[in-house]
């Protein structure tokens, strides 16, 4: 039996960027309901990398001094080279996933959030002031003004928009935790290893529990290894060959519950970016479902913060227009200024994950290498950096 409902703003994908939008909207007094399709919300990974401008996302979301009680102050940063030995400063800081999913979902009025929620489709008319139709798995139809796609690499409202499919890496991502039944030897500092194209990071949780991650070259037997946690460690041991001690004990003493293997790395290519539009009609995107970009940069979830933060400003700037009963001009009008004010921002922070992802790939480079160079070193001030401040909500 179908029923429809209207709404002003739904948003697909109860993800942090979901969240936070939710969020972010509902301090600006623009009501939302999130559908997430999984029956609980879930926190794929142990942590999250948060950088100085995901932070400065948090403050404005209001709930950065809640969440720095429960994160451990990440005081040095350091990238070090293996073969030798050479140590470069690096600012980084860390909060657990389900700390920041937690914080956020509590702070979201009563009923916000729907779960066991699946979108079935999507019904747009960009050319008039209809709305557009979502279809649920059990037969209700929404019709809000606006929809925002927070819906993960896998989105199925970016298809709606019009970006092309996400592209794969030949890349994969182990992460895991490893318990220390006596304090850590790594104090409250950062630490990235690198040595030939393997790269293994570490963020202390507190002073018992550290995360890390490491990135390595794709191989034919990862999609098997993935389903076995006990083959994800002796492939991680084997990977990290010549690091120093401390870091293959790390790995041999890891949680084996802990371990993930993503064996397809997705991004969104930086020229798919340049020339679609992030939204139709009043439907568009945020997070990864616009910016999937893999960890390499460590910006997606910041990223996301900061798409939450820009667009409930954008739509609260607009949904006051004057003689628009509807309110469909003025979440176009929102929807455009946000794509505006994100797109060069998602653009450079694409380009510079695409060049890191594809620095051992000789083909892509061959293609592509020495153009997107030549942009770097134009545009070097233009390039992603932790300085970026999404500005007020």
Request: glycine letters at 8%.
């Amino acid at each position: 039996m179908e029923k429809s409902e209207e709404e002003k703003i739904v948003i697909v994908g109860g993800g942090i960027c979901g969240l936070a939008t939710a969020l972010a909207l509902h301090r600006k007094g623009l009501e939302s309901i999130v559908l997430e399709k999984s029956e609980k919300l879930r926190a794929t990974g142990a942590c999250i990398i948060m950088q100085p401008n995901g932070w400065r996302a948090l403050h404005q979301l209001g709930i950065a001094s809640k969440l720095r009680q429960t994160a451990l102050p990440i005081q040095s940063g350091h990238y070090i080279t293996v073969k030798d030995g050479k140590h470069t400063d690096l600012l980084v800081g860390c909060l657990r996933r389900s700390d920041l999913m937690k914080t956020l979902a509590e702070e979201l009025p009563p009923n916000t959030v729907r779960l066991g929620c699946k979108v079935v489709s999507i019904k747009v008319d960009a050319n008039t002031s209809a709305y557009s139709i979502l279809h649920l798995h059990d037969g209700t139809m929404l019709m809000p003004r606006v929809i925002i796609g927070c819906d993960g690499v896998n989105s199925v409202v970016a298809s709606i928009v019009g970006l092309n499919s996400s592209r794969h890496f030949s890349t994969c991502a182990i992460r895991g935790v490893t318990h220390y039944q006596t304090l850590h030897p790594f104090g409250t500092a950062f630490y990235l290893f690198d040595k030939d194209g393997v790269r293994l990071g570490l963020l202390p949780i507190n002073h018992n529990d550290v995360y890390w991650f490491l990135t390595r070259k794709l191989t034919s037997t990862d999609s098997m290894v993935s389903k076995d946690q006990k083959l994800i460690k002796e492939s991680t041991v084997e990977a990290i060959k010549g690091f120093p001690n401390h870091i293959t004990e790390m790995i041999n003493n890891s949680d084996v519950d802990s371990l993930h293997l993503t064996d397809q790395m997705r991004y969104r290519a930086p020229w798919d970016l340049l020339r679609t539009k992030f939204c139709k009609g009043t439907v568009t995107l945020a997070g990864d479902a616009l910016h999937a970009m893999a960890p390499f940069l460590a910006q997606g979830g910041s990223a996301s913060l900061e798409d939450a933060v820009v667009l409930a400003r954008c739509l609260s700037q607009n949904m006051g227009i004057a003689l628009d009963p509807t309110g469909m001009k003025a979440a176009r009008a929102a929807l455009d200024q946000y794509a505006k004010e994100r797109k060069m921002r998602v653009f450079w922070l694409s380009l510079e994950t695409f060049v890191v992802g594809t620095m051992h790939d000789t083909s892509a480079l061959l293609v592509r290498g020495l153009c997107i160079i030549t942009l770097i070193i134009l545009f070097r001030d233009k390039i992603a950096n932790t300085r970026y401040d999404c500005g007020r909500l």
